[in-house]
């Protein structure tokens, strides 16, 4: 079946830096993709939407400048959190979504930001 | 490596209950959850078990885990139109590094 791979699966990094998570999907076209956030114990919170090609659409509360999303190809989508702070510790999931109606998950990362 | 089972498609007819199953392959999994998708809407967490539980009731969802079998299951009682959605069954291990998300089971409610 259709294999979405995310990495890192983990990160730490110095605050003020740059982190950049990558998801691929291995053997479907992803025409939509997702990238979620979630703090411990609490619902995965949408934070933007793209379709190939287009700019991403984020949700309200959001910040596009400091969240970068880039979906250049059918195959690969990228987050940047840009300017890390520790309050953007988190885990940080990607899905994506082909021309049927299923949704594939990426393992997820988990960002420390120290 | 992890896995994590669902059909994907469930047909039932309103006001009936509703059962969704999964099966999950890592026997260290610490909690188990279900997420509900509606359509252009996030994931929105419906409910979680902790795996020394075997059951857990909130109102109309009743939440069923056979850790031998590695079987979760969701049962929605008095399944409305509402409902119509995709539900994922997700597990984390005890290490935390992430969740492991099925692909998802379409609830589809016939009149």
């Known amino acids: 079946g259709a294999v979405v791979s995310q990495h890192p699966s983990r990160v730490i990094c110095k605050s003020g830096t740059s982190v950049k998570i990558e998801c691929r999907s291995l053997d479907f076209q992803a025409t939509t993709m997702f990238w979620y956030r979630q703090f411990p114990k609490q619902s995965l919170m949408l934070m933007a939407t793209?379709?190939?090609?287009?700019?991403?659409?984020?949700e309200q509360g959001v910040e596009k400048d400091k969240f970068l999303i880039n979906h250049a190809s059918l195959t690969l989508s990228t987050l940047t959190v840009t300017s890390a702070h520790p309050e953007d510790s988190s885990f940080y999931i990607c899905?994506?979504?082909?021309?049927?109606?299923?949704?594939?998950f990426g393992q997820g990362t988990r960002l420390t930001v120290v | 490596g992890e896995d994590v089972e669902q059909s994907l498609f469930l047909s039932v007819r309103e006001g009936d209950s509703s059962v969704i199953n999964c099966t999950y392959t890592d026997s260290s999994s610490t909690y188990l959850y279900w997420y509900k998708q509606e359509p252009g809407a996030g994931l929105q967490l419906l409910t979680y078990?902790?795996?020394?539980?075997d059951m857990k009731q909130d109102q109309r969802l009743t939440v069923l885990l056979n850790k031998k079998d590695k079987h979760l299951s969701l049962r929605i009682a008095d399944t409305q139109t509402g409902d119509s959605a995709i539900y994922f069954c997700a597990e984390m291990t005890g290490g935390a590094d992430g969740l492991t998300f099925g692909k998802g089971t379409h609830l589809i409610i016939q009149p």
């Open positions: 899905s994506e979504k082909g021309r049927g109606t299923e949704a594939f």
């Open positions: 078990i902790f795996s020394n539980m």
């Open positions: 793209s379709n190939e090609g287009s700019k991403a659409t984020y």
